[in-house]
């Protein structure tokens, strides 16, 4: 075998095998007997399970393949990765160290009763669940396991092309403290940045991502609908609001939120607010109402020599 150090700290490979440092050491292991050879499995040939396995050994990560209740699922996730089908769920942990659980919410805790029958002793055990956390896996320590929660903060939406962008996302884990270390490593190595968090707040999380991502459709929506009782098409409700939505979208990327402020608020335009809300009515009225009061907060974050103690009275009333 031949030994080559990659750009990836602290991680090393023989040919495709990774090598990563012992959770106890605090350094690389090197040519040290502290490393440990971790081979892959994936339970789960969706869209994740797919785009997952492919970026992993595109980066020389061993995968030893997939299991899947769908055999055409799992033979056609092995054949995209140069993997190995596995029609057994026990032979597909017997083969692995650490198990990436890639199903849907609702199926991993069932899956997990099957997995404690199993021969788990010392297996890494993660989902990718974004509201889940690593206690789904429960009672794990007795089985000698870890259990683990990560999550690409990225919208996986296509099982052969996703994996070609997932350099781009940002990565949660949460988990046994054994191998935090080792999860951040890895994916940090790969360019993703990485974020530890604790169970106890995954789910607000996951509302957090949510609401800038699902909730900001149904603004939109919401809108677009405004628009239309204005008169507008729904061609061109869309089409005016469209280049609103991207320059402040990308605003908010480049300056944060802070810097993207602009509008009757930040102004402190206390008639154009009183209009807007005479404007509306019921839930419009309220979501207006709703979201101006976290608008004033960042616009008092960008003016603190300003006075909105009127504004607030406003949006309020």
Known sequence: MVFRKETIPCIYYFETELVLPDANETHCPAMKNGGMLMNIGFIGAGKVGFSLGKYLTERNVRVTGYYSRNPDSSREAADFTNTRQYMNLRHL????????????DSAIAPMWEQLKMLPIQNKIISHFSGSLSSAV??????????GYSIHPLFAINDKY???KVISQAFFTIEGDPKYLNWFQKLFEGFGNPVEI????????YHAAAAMVSNLYVGLANLCEEMLRNCGFSAANAHRAL??????????IVE?????????????????????HLDSLSGEARKIYQDLSVEVLKVAREKHPERDYSEMERIIRS
């Open 93 to 104: 942990v017997e083969d692995s160290d650490v198990l990436f659980v890639a199903i849907p």
């Open 197 to 204: 968090i604790s169970g106890q707040d995954k789910v607000r």
């Open 137 to 146: 896996f429960s009672d794990i320590e007795r089985y000698h396991a870890y």
């Open 242 to 251: 469209s280049p609103l939505m991207m320059g402040n979208t990308e605003n």
């Open 161 to 163: 092309e996703s994996y």
């Open 255 to 275: 300056y944060r939120p802070v810097g993207a402020l602009t509008g009757p608020i930040e102004r402190n335009d206390l008639s154009t607010v009183m209009d």
